[in-house]
């Protein structure tokens, strides 16, 4: 048995909100907008800021204790030799990784965009998700293992006869470390591994946009597949390998698991920030490194928005 509901009556005061709302979209827009951005501001933002604030206190060395009073000491210790190699470092290991990842994702996205349809796209969608299902710390040392003396890479090595070789790299200053799992490249290669999948989708969707027009439009005015490729297909596609580096590199940029676990010795800003809050103590200094990959990932939105990473996304 059905019961029918009667609608508001015409001078109801909730009709008189609803002819409101209808009159005024912006209004029925802000209403909808304000528990979410009361949220972000007050929560989200106003913890970060909070964060960022105790960056000014002071801590002492021989108490371990922080207290209020506000000095600028801690950015500037920022500057150091020791912490200024830190962060270089780092954003050294996130440019790398966003490049490779631009190279390995492209030809895998291209593919997908142009190649697949039906279950064989379905098989490709799930191939690349299908990492992000597993943890990212079982994924991480599982590399270790990967990684190691006697591991399954050393063991390729030796079967392609590349032994050589991988000894003559791993000598290579800034490469460092008698094996893979020691070595920056090692690290390196972990971090291709793990973000990958945030490159290839960008990169494929940007590609599944291009009209199959413009490129019979190309070869009708005599270009070579070559030619279309470089002055067509790439250049179109620059939005998503941007869009796509926002998170390969803002990811880099803050990761303290893969730093601990693969390489040799040496702190990145995660591994920084995390070592300084729960080793020391030191708050104030673990804020300040805060800031660093905020303002790096802020300068490099503002760069790759000119690339049009943002309408990619």
């Known amino acids: 048995m059905s019961v029918a509901v009667q609608p508001p009556s015409p001078g109801s005061p909730l009709r008189r909100f609803a002819n409101l709302l209808y009159r005024r979209p912006n209004l029925y827009l802000l209403l909808l907008l304000v528990p979410p951005l009361l949220w ?3 929560i989200y933002l106003g913890s970060l800021l909070n964060l960022l604030w105790q960056g000014f206190y002071t801590f002492d060395d021989f108490t371990m204790a922080v207290t209020p009073a506000l000095t600028l000491a801690n950015f500037v210790a920022l500057f150091n030799p020791a912490n200024l190699d830190i962060i270089l470092r780092t954003v050294g290991m996130a440019v790398a990784v966003s490049l490779a990842s631009a190279v390995v994702a492209f030809p895998i996205a291209y593919y997908m965009a142009r190649y697949t349809t039906g279950k064989t796209k379905a098989f490709f969608y799930i191939a690349v998700m299908m ?52 070595s920056h ?19 494929q969707a940007s590609l599944e946009r291009l009209p ?13 597949p070559r030619q279309t490729f470089v002055q067509v297909i790439l250049p179109l596609s620059v939005p998503g390998i941007a869009a796509g580096s926002i998170f390969t590199f803002s990811l880099t940029l803050g990761d303290f698991i893969v730093p601990q676990l693969i390489g040799p010795p040496g702190y990145f800003i995660g591994s920084m920030v995390y ?13 300040a490194f805060t800031l660093v990959p905020i303002v790096l990932i802020a300068v490099y939105l503002a760069m790759v928005k000119r690339l049009g990473a943002f309408d990619a996304l």
């Open 40 to 42: 972000f501001g007050a």
């Open 185 to 203: 490249l090692g690290r390196f290669l972990v971090f291709v591994y793990i973000w990958l999948p945030f490159m290839i989708l960008p990169i």
């Open 131 to 182: 990492p992000m299902w597993a943890s990212y710390i079982v994924k991480t040392y599982a590399w270790t293992l990967l990684l190691a003396k006697g591991g399954v890479a050393q063991w390729f090595v030796q079967q392609l006869q590349l032994d050589g070789l991988l000894q003559l790299v791993l000598t290579i200053p800034g490469v460092g470390g008698s094996t893979l799992s020691t």
């Open 275 to 287: 070592a300084q809050q729960g080793a020391i103590g030191n708050m104030p200094m673990a804020a």
């Open 212 to 224: 199959p027009s413009l490129l019979q439009a190309s070869a009708d005015l005599g270009a070579k």
